[in-house]
């Protein structure tokens, strides 16, 4: 089985900056990605940024620019930087990861910006 904890979520004002940390236990096996969705009030979850082990990295538009997406794979630990945040980047952040066709999700992590 895996584990993703969140951690880092807040209240922040508009322009601010959040650091998004997940930390992933269990099995976990190499060939994986990780990733970081976002659902916000009455949307569907969405895709944020997503990284292979190897660094392969992927990003919504909306945060390009904006997000940055890393990990350390000794730790199986994977970070969002979060600059310049908006009203419009509220929602539940919640980790991800998929490994060997299996895809595993944190519990979530709330982010709300003022404005």
């Known amino acids: 089985q895996v584990q993703l904890v969140e951690s880092g979520g807040g209240l922040v004002q508009a322009g601010g900056s959040l650091r998004l940390s997940c930390a992933a236990s269990g099995s976990i096996f190499g060939g994986n990605t990780m990733a970081w969705y976002r659902q916000p009030p009455g949307n569907q979850r969405e895709l944020v940024a997503s990284i292979t082990d190897g660094g392969t990295t992927n990003y919504a538009d909306s945060v390009k620019g904006r997000f940055t997406i890393s990990r350390d794979n000794a730790k199986n630990t994977v970070y969002l930087q979060m600059n310049s945040l908006k009203p419009e980047d509220a929602a539940v952040y919640y980790c991800?990861?998929?490994?060997?066709?299996?895809?595993?999700w944190g519990q979530g992590t709330q982010v709300t910006v003022s404005s």
């Open positions: 991800y990861l998929r490994q060997s066709g299996r895809r595993y």
